[in-house]
């Protein structure tokens, strides 16, 4: 399961065993096929995803996470083909996990599959969608012995 990690944020890095926790979250959100293709996954500051959010989405503020998919493109034979980026920003995840008393561990596994997902097609543009989306999400998280995020 091709999954990259960075840390543009040290303070990530302080989360024990998180990067096989978010291993096994890349492996259970995604279909074989999926999971094939390789994943960024960056551990980034809300300096990084303001800017980001503020060249992409047009909103000059951080977030929680956001997720690129990867542009459809032919690839050179024998590279691998992207499935897309996802970016989690330490301080807002941190002030959201600490409001809803919540480990930041969850919480950014929780991003992490949400972010995922998206990366996959799912979406949360009208009820219905959103309704499907964090159904997948709740069983996703049992998995990971993660309580349903949206009883909170």
Not at 109 to 116: D, I, K, N, S
Request: net charge positive; proline share 4%; aromatic share 4%.
């Amino acid at each position: 399961m091709p999954l990259e990690i960075t840390y543009a944020d040290a303070r990530w890095k302080r989360l024990k065993g998180f990067e096989e926790q978010l291993t096994r979250a890349h492996a259970l959100s995604l279909t074989k096929a999926q999971a094939a293709k390789l994943t960024t996954l960056s551990l980034a500051t809300d300096k990084d995803v303001k800017a980001l959010n503020k060249d992409w989405r047009g909103k000059n503020k951080p977030t929680n996470v956001l997720s690129f998919p990867a542009a459809k493109v032919k690839l050179p034979r024998g590279e691998r083909k992207p499935l897309g980026d996802v970016i989690l920003a330490y301080e807002t995840c941190a002030r959201q996990a600490k409001a809803a008393h919540i480990t930041l561990r969850d919480h950014a596994l929780h991003l992490t599959v949400h972010g995922l997902l998206h990366l996959t097609g799912h979406d949360h543009m009208n009820d219905a969608e959103a309704e499907k989306m964090e159904a997948k999400e709740v069983r996703i998280l049992a998995k990971l012995g993660i309580a349903n995020p949206y009883l909170l």
